[in-house]
T-cell receptor
Framework: KQEVTQIPAALSVPEGENLVLNCSFT??????LQWFRQDPGKGLTSLLL?????REQTSGRLNASLDKSSGRSTLYIAASQPGDSATYLC???????????FGTGTRLTIIP | ETGVTQTPRHLVMGMTNKKSLKCEQH?????MYWYKQSAKKPLELMFV???????ENNSVPSRFSPECPNSSHLFLHLHTLQPEDSALYLC??????????????FGAGTRLSVL
């Protein structure tokens, strides 16, 4: 059974700093991995999707990497801004199973 | 705005009440999903509908009853809930439930409190 872990559960950094969020998964037979953002009281917004054959994806100040063999992904946020404050969720899709398996998320606070 | 609308946004109900959550998508998608998000737990998939047929039911108690009258609407009927059912209920839609590359678009959720 796939399990997804995100550590730390919460992170606070000063504005302008670069930061890395971590995601690990137990079953490396994944089809893809997604990073989502969730603002308080809101639904999820997909940020980046990495296919299993890819090593990374970039969108603006966000860069997600994938190391399937070690069961890890990172989300790198450059030059953080207060608007980046949110909970970031990682989710994987396994081969033969179309369901998303989510981690518990990292709550990020950017301090102005 | 993701194109997936959930109503109501907040709901407080007693254990003997019957209520329904509504989800509507305007994206032309064929698959719709209900998720439960409890504090400090990962999102849990509850139900999946593809082309109006239920294709997934993750051992959800019968006090939760989904309904998908057409590909644009999804309901979750609630009755005799328990306090531990208090959570954020999220609806999502995608092009196809069987497409592993499909991206799901989420609504803002309904915050449910059971007293």
């Amino acid at each position: 059974k796939q399990e997804v872990t995100q550590i730390p559960a919460a992170l606070s950094v000063p504005e302008g700093e670069n930061l890395v969020l971590n995601c690990s998964f137990t079953d490396s037979a994944i089809y893809n991995l997604q990073w989502f953002r969730q603002d308080p009281g809101k639904g999820l917004t997909s940020l980046l999707l990495i296919q299993s054959s890819q090593r990374e994806q970039t969108s603006g100040r966000l860069n997600a990497s994938l190391d399937k063999s070690s069961g890890r992904s990172t989300l790198y946020i450059a030059a953080s801004q207060p608007g980046d404050s949110a909970t970031y969720l990682c989710a994987v899709t396994n081969f033969g199973n179309e369901k998303l398996t989510f981690g518990t998320g990292t709550r990020l606070t950017i301090i102005p | 705005e993701t194109g997936v609308t959930q109503t109501p946004r907040h709901l407080v109900m007693g254990m003997t009440n019957k209520k329904s959550l509504k989800c509507e998508q305007h994206l032309g998608h064929n698959a719709m999903y209900w998720y439960k998000q409890s504090a400090k737990k990962p999102l849990e998939l509850m139900f999946v509908y593809s082309l109006e047929e239920r294709v997934e039911n993750n051992s959800v108690p019968s006090r939760f009853s989904p309904e998908c009258p057409n590909s644009s609407h999804l309901f979750l009927h609630l009755h005799t809930l328990q306090p531990e059912d208090s959570a954020l209920y999220l609806c999502a839609s995608s092009h196809g439930a069987r497409e592993v590359a499909n991206i799901q678009y989420f609504g803002a959720g309904t915050r449910l409190s059971v007293l």
